[in-house]
């Protein structure tokens, strides 16, 4: 079955510490994209990569960094340096943009809590 | 700058017909997306329009007018499953990027 994973499920962190969260697909899809979604605020872009080894910042990229070595793989680390990292993170991808936009497709997601 | 506006709630009974509405303004367009999330897990894609005009598939429909920036997303015979958070995302640039711009969500609750 071709689809998008995100591991862990769920991921608690201390406060200061550095954590990584994992997005594969098998979609062949070239473009990939982090979000992030907090209660009663719509789903805001953190990092999106059109191409593997190619990445730009979303509206909210402080505080993360993104690598895309592998078509397949996009994964999300979130740093000491971002103030407010509790919340759900979801992944995302999709075929490149053509005439019309392509539909993206959603991972399962990733519950961070910071303690 | 580039807005999109839902209502927060909606409710409705089982087997009824609801529209939820979403209007934007970006600073351009390349095409609007409605989605379903049901709590703690993954929004799925429910419809696209790009031209003016009703989309329809099954049970759900979403209408589009450019020109006044609006659209709405449709569900007839609604069942209890249909409770979920409804995103309407608009994709403001051009042909370079897919990225979307997501309104906040509509929360329905579908009653008995």
């Known amino acids: 079955d071709g689809g998008i994973t995100q591991s862990p499920k769920y991921l608690f962190r201390k406060e200061g510490q550095n954590v990584t969260l994992s997005c594969e697909q098998n979609?062949?899809?070239?473009?990939m994209y982090w979000y992030r979604q907090d209660p009663g605020q719509g789903l805001r872009l953190i990092y999106y990569?059109?191409?593997?080894?190619?990445?730009q910042k979303g509206d909210i990229a402080e505080g993360y960094s993104v690598s895309r070595e592998k078509k397949e793989s996009f994964p999300l680390t979130v740093t000491s340096a971002q103030k407010n990292p509790t919340a759900f993170y979801l992944c995302?991808?999709?075929?490149?943009?053509?005439?019309?936009?392509?539909?993206?497709?959603f991972g399962p997601g990733t519950r961070l809590t910071v303690l | 700058g580039q807005n999109i506006d839902q209502p927060t709630e909606m409710t409705a009974t089982e087997g009824a017909i609801v529209q939820i509405n979403c209007t934007y303004q970006?600073?351009?367009?390349?095409?609007l997306f409605w989605y379903q999330q049901h709590a703690g897990e993954a929004p799925t894609f429910l419809s696209y329009?790009?031209?003016?005009g009703l989309e329809e598939k099954g049970r759900f429909s979403s209408f589009l007018s450019r020109s006044k920036g609006y659209s709405y997303l449709l569900l007839k015979e609604l069942q209890m499953k249909d409770s979920a958070s409804y995103l309407c995302?608009?994709?403001?640039?051009?042909?370079?990027?897919?990225?979307?711009?997501f309104g906040t969500g509509t929360l329905l609750a579908v009653q008995p």
């Open positions: 979609l062949n899809h070239d473009a």
């Open positions: 995302a608009v994709s403001p640039y051009g042909g370079a990027t897919n990225k979307l711009i």
């Open positions: 970006t600073s351009g367009f390349n095409g």
């Open positions: 329009n790009v031209l003016d």
């Open positions: 990569s059109q191409i593997v080894n190619d990445f």
């Open positions: 995302a991808s999709s075929r490149p943009a053509g005439v019309s936009t392509d539909t993206q497709y």
